[in-house]
């Protein structure tokens, strides 16, 4: 049996690209998340258009690979979003991860697909749309 490679260059990739997210205080929506798990953190923040869909995401991490990749994963298509869109799709990968659905239709994700088999990287996995959740207005 072989064991699924989590930290792949594709992942690695990500978790380097998330440096085009840079921290922003000015940004008026901040929250943060952490992984019980693995104790990864990041801090988000978040601007919205009149329409109530984000306009500007910026990112603080202190997490592992899996963590900063996801992170980079939900910044890359968060613009344009709503709450209720993020709330939609944070709750899909939790059903996910847990195995009770299928991967799903967030642009990237298939890319740390493999931290499914990483149960104690299952809360890096989590840690933007956590952040997120608690910034924007649930459906």
């Given amino acids: 049996m072989s064991a699924t490679v989590l930290y792949t260059p594709e992942v690695l990739g ?9 921290w922003d ?13 693995c104790g990864s953190t990041i801090t988000l923040a978040l601007a919205l258009d009149d329409a109530g869909r984000i306009a500007r995401v910026a990112v603080k991490s202190q997490a592992c690979a899996i963590g900063q990749a996801s992170a980079a994963i939900f910044a890359d298509a968060a613009v344009g979003l709503t709450g209720a869109d993020i709330h939609a799709a944070g ?3 939790e059903r996910w991860l847990a195995g009770a659905a299928p991967l799903p239709d967030w642009p990237g994700l298939a890319a740390i697909a493999a931290a499914r088999d990483y149960p104690g990287r299952h809360g890096a996995v989590m840690l933007p749309w956590k952040a997120a959740m608690q910034l924007l207005p649930s459906p």
């Fill in 14 to 22: 990500l978790a380097t690209g998330l440096s085009r997210y840079r």
């Fill in 25 to 37: 205080a000015d940004l008026p929506l901040q929250g943060d998340a952490r992984s019980k798990s």
């Fill in 91 to 93: 709750l899909a990968i």
